[in-house]
């Protein structure tokens, strides 16, 4: 059952109020707290380790599968895989994430292993959001691997959101793209006090006319630390896109490693990075419409990950 | 309705630490519901006049009034909420923020895009293409600018100060902002700037050069007087 914890973490990572439509797993301190399957989208847990795997049928489309994970029991690690087979033209919508409440001195953890397979024609916008909470003085850490294959001309939109209180993630990200396969990545980090951050994502293109466009946006406040690293390769005649932008605020820190590899003739890569505060010109324009500098700044950060 | 007594303004030269004076006890009254356009050569002070207008800057001698009220202290944030509205010579882009948003932050409430239209419009954009549009590089610098325009208009209120509004927008579409300008003249406008079809339509003229006492005067009177200043009569044939 879930409590007020439960449902203002559930709000947050799936803007959930309860238990929704459609397809769903609630996973709650390591155990499926409710699940539910439909013609078109199965849930199967899976035998030999924690984790489950969703099958979505071929041509299966507008329908949403949501499978958020709360960890609320102070000093939880957490390991799941899931498993996503996503059949021939279909078009569906996959809401993930986690939040952890610790308000304990000892660490929580949540490791989510996703493997994503797209088969020829299909589309998946895939959300997922992490949150901490808890005053506790124990860790609240994620460390997301999401791996990604797409078939020809499957499209996949992904977009991550870390919003805050998450005191150390790495994010790994791998995908290989088929002929004519699309991914488009969308992550906004924020982070805090001395809170530590690393996204990594690792993208070959190796079908013709595969595209890849990878934009993160983060906020580095206080003494956090943001690492991001990308190695985009172009094993075939293909487009990609990397973009990495910061702000920084207080004392925080925020590095970024690009690695792009045109690996053919016709391969096309780019990669963009800038980093550094918000700009004087930015808050000064904002006050002339009588924002104070406070409101400004806030106006200028929500904008920015929004 | 404004009023600049004995203003002054100077800055260190960082290298030589001599006191380097922008403007000398200036003395200037702009009247309400007036379009006053400011002019003079580059370097003659009148970004800086627009700055201790906008209470970015503070003067280092001297008053500046509001309404026969002292405002020299207040910042930008408490001009702005006084009523004084402004467009930057450079427009200002923001990542993530549209320009609906920035419209609506503007005009302080949620609006319709019906509403935003309207102000869209008044600047030579069409709505529909623009609300949902991030303000950022994939506008061009004429569009940046217009929108800038456009957030000035949003904001409203008493006072608005214009620097440079014709930088970056092509002649050929230039009438109807002209015809936007006009329109404010029931307002305190203050527009800085070196084009002749805004001078034209300023009731009063203000030419600063050197940043010492300004001349000024209705436009019949300082039109003539602008056309014999051999550097800015330059600006005024190349516009």
Redesign the interface.
């Known amino acids: 059952m879930m409590n007020d914890t439960d449902k203002k973490l559930l709000e947050q990572i799936a803007e959930l109020h309860g238990v929704p439509n459609g397809s769903y797993n609630i996973r709650k301190n390591g155990e499926s707290i409710a699940r539910n399957s439909t013609a078109d989208i199965e849930i199967i847990p899976k035998k030999d380790k924690n984790g489950i795997d969703i099958f979505v049928k071929p041509g299966v489309k507008n329908k949403s599968v949501h499978i958020p994970v709360l960890l609320t029991d102070g000093g939880f690690k957490d390991l799941v895989y899931n498993d996503f087979y996503v059949g021939k033209d279909a078009d569906v919508i996959i809401v993930a994430g986690c939040g952890i409440h610790n308000g304990s001195s000892s660490d929580s953890a949540h490791d989510g292993i996703h493997s994503f397979h797209l088969e020829e024609n299909a589309k998946v916008k895939y959300v997922e959001r992490h949150v901490g909470t808890g005053e506790g003085s124990g860790g609240k850490i994620f460390n997301p691997v999401t791996k990604i294959r797409l078939k020809k001309n499957a499209f996949m939109l992904m977009e991550t959101t870390q919003f805050g209180g998450v005191t150390n993630t790495v994010r790994k990200t791998s995908a290989t793209l088929g002929e004519g396969a699309k991914l488009s990545v969308k992550e906004k980090l924020l982070t805090d006090n001395s809170e530590r951050a690393m996204s990594v994502f690792s993208v070959k293109l190796s079908g013709k006319d595969s595209s890849a466009e990878i934009v993160s946006r983060s906020v580095a406040r206080g003494n956090s630390f943001q690492h991001f690293k990308s190695a985009l390769v172009g094993k075939n005649k293909c487009f990609g896109h990397v973009e990495c932008d910061g702000i920084l605020i207080g004392n925080a820190r925020i590095s970024s490693t690009p690695e792009i590899d045109a690996a053919h003739k016709d391969a096309s890569l780019v990669h963009e990075a800038a980093i550094g505060k918000i700009a004087s010109e930015q808050l000064l324009k904002l006050m002339t419409l009588g924002l104070d500098e406070k409101e400004a700044e806030d106006t200028i950060i929500q904008g920015f990950l929004e | 309705m404004i009023k600049f007594d004995n203003v002054r303004f100077s800055v260190k030269d960082e290298k030589t630490a001599e006191e380097k004076i922008i403007l000398n006890d200036v003395n200037l009254e702009i009247r309400g519901s007036n379009i006053t356009a400011i002019t003079g050569h580059n370097g003659g002070g009148k970004s800086t006049l627009v700055k201790l207008l ?1 209470g ?1 800057e503070k003067p280092t001698a001297g008053k500046i009034y509001y309404k026969n009220k002292d405002i020299t202290s207040l ?3 408490e001009r ?2 006084l009523g ?3 467009a ?1 010579q ?1 427009p ?6 549209t320009v609906g ?1 920035l419209l609506e ?2 005009s ?1 409430r949620k609006r319709m895009v019906g509403e935003l239209c309207e102000y869209l419009s008044a600047v030579g954009l069409c709505a529909k293409d623009y609300v949902n549009r991030e303000v950022d590089s994939t506008l061009s610098g004429g569009e940046l600018k217009r929108i800038e325009l456009a ?1 000035a208009l949003a ?1 409203g209120g008493d006072v608005f100060i214009l620097d440079e509004p014709e930088a970056g927008i092509d002649l050929w579409s230039f009438e109807e902002l002209i015809k936007t300008f006009s329109s404010l003249a029931d307002r305190t406008v203050i527009i800085v700037t070196h084009q002749k079809k805004i001078l034209e339509i300023a009731d009063t003229i203000v030419l600063l050069n050197h940043g010492t006492e300004p001349q000024a005067g209705t436009r019949e009177q300082m039109l003539p007087l602008l056309a014999e200043s051999e550097e800015v009569c330059g600006k005024l044939r190349r516009n």
């Open positions: 906008m970015m910042g930008v944030t702005a909420r004084f509205s402004v930057f450079q200002v882009r923001f990542k993530g923020i948003k932050l503007a302080g957030t904001k």
